[in-house]
C-alpha cells in the first residue's frame, strides 16, 4: 500500500527567504515546492521527480503492468517513471527515450533521440522485436503562460505518443499519456475509442489539484488495422 506523502508533512509552512533576483512566478513555483509533500517523500524514496507517484499511483490502482512484457516510456528524463516500473514490475523490459540524457537507471535500456525521427524510430523498434505491451507518456513542452499555447503543445506530444503507439502496440496493450482539461476531444478522443476498448481520464491524487493536468489510459489494443 502507498503512503500517503501528505500525512509525512503536516505544520508551519516554509517561506522563501528573499524574493530578490526571481520573477513572482518563479518565487510562487519554489514556495509551492518548499511546502510539497511529494517532493519532500520523493527525495526520502530516491525518486528522481514527485511525477513517479503519479505512475505509481495509476498503477497500482488498475494492476497496470499485469502481463505486461515490454514497455516504452517516450520522454523518460528524469527517469522517475522508469524508476517506479523497475520497483513494481521487475521483469518487465523497459525501454525509455529521450531528446535528453538521463542518469542510468538499473535494467532500463535508453535511447537518446526523438521517437518521430525516422532513425530513432528504427532503434525503437530494433530493441523491441517482439512488439511492445505498453506506451506511457509524461511528455509535457516547457510552459509558456500562454493557456492556449500550452494546452495545444501538450496535446501535439499526446497525439504524437498515441501516433506512435498505435504502430507498435501488441494487441491488448495499453498507452498512457498526460493530457489537459477538456483536450480529448473530438478526433483524439475519437481515435482513442476507436482503437482501444476502455478509455479513462485519470487525476492521480499526487497531481496538484490546482492543475489543468489529466492522464488518459486507454487499454485493450484492439489492434492494427491488416493491409
Not at 3 to 19: I, L
Not at 40 to 65: P, Q, T
Not at 118 to 135: E, H, M, N, P, R
Request: some cysteine; hydrophobic content about 40%.
Amino acid at each position: 500500500m502507498t503512503t500517503d506523502p501528505k500525512s509525512r508533512r503536516r505544520g508551519k509552512k516554509e517561506r522563501v527567504k528573499t524574493a530578490r533576483g526571481r520573477t513572482a512566478s518563479s518565487t510562487r513555483w519554489l514556495q509551492r515546492q518548499l511546502n510539497d509533500p511529494y517532493v519532500a517523500e520523493a527525495r526520502r524514496l530516491g525518486y528522481r521527480s514527485r511525477a513517479a507517484f503519479k505512475l505509481k499511483e495509476i498503477a497500482e490502482k488498475y494492476d497496470l503492468f499485469k502481463g505486461v512484457k515490454t514497455v516504452v516510456d517516450l520522454g523518460a528524463a528524469p527517469g522517475g517513471w522508469c524508476q517506479v516500473m523497475r520497483e513494481i514490475a521487475p521483469k518487465v523490459k523497459i525501454l525509455a527515450v529521450d531528446l535528453q540524457e538521463i542518469d542510468p537507471v538499473p535494467g532500463v535500456d535508453f535511447i537518446l533521440g526523438d521517437f518521430l525521427e525516422d532513425s530513432t524510430y528504427q532503434a525503437i523498434l530494433d530493441k523491441t522485436a517482439g512488439g511492445v505491451d505498453a506506451v506511457i507518456s509524461d511528455m509535457a513542452n516547457a510552459a509558456t503562460g500562454h493557456r492556449q499555447t500550452d494546452h495545444l503543445r501538450t496535446m501535439v506530444l499526446c497525439e504524437a505518443g498515441l501516433d506512435f503507439a498505435l504502430e507498435v502496440l501488441n494487441s491488448g496493450g495499453f498507452f498512457l499519456s498526460k493530457v489537459l482539461q477538456g483536450g480529448t476531444e473530438g478526433e483524439l478522443l475519437a481515435t482513442l475509442k476507436k482503437n482501444f476498448k476502455t478509455i479513462r481520464h485519470l487525476k492521480p491524487p499526487s497531481s496538484r489539484q490546482d492543475s489543468r493536468e489529466l492522464f488518459v489510459l486507454a487499454t485493450g489494443f484492439k489492434g492494427r488495422a491488416q493491409p
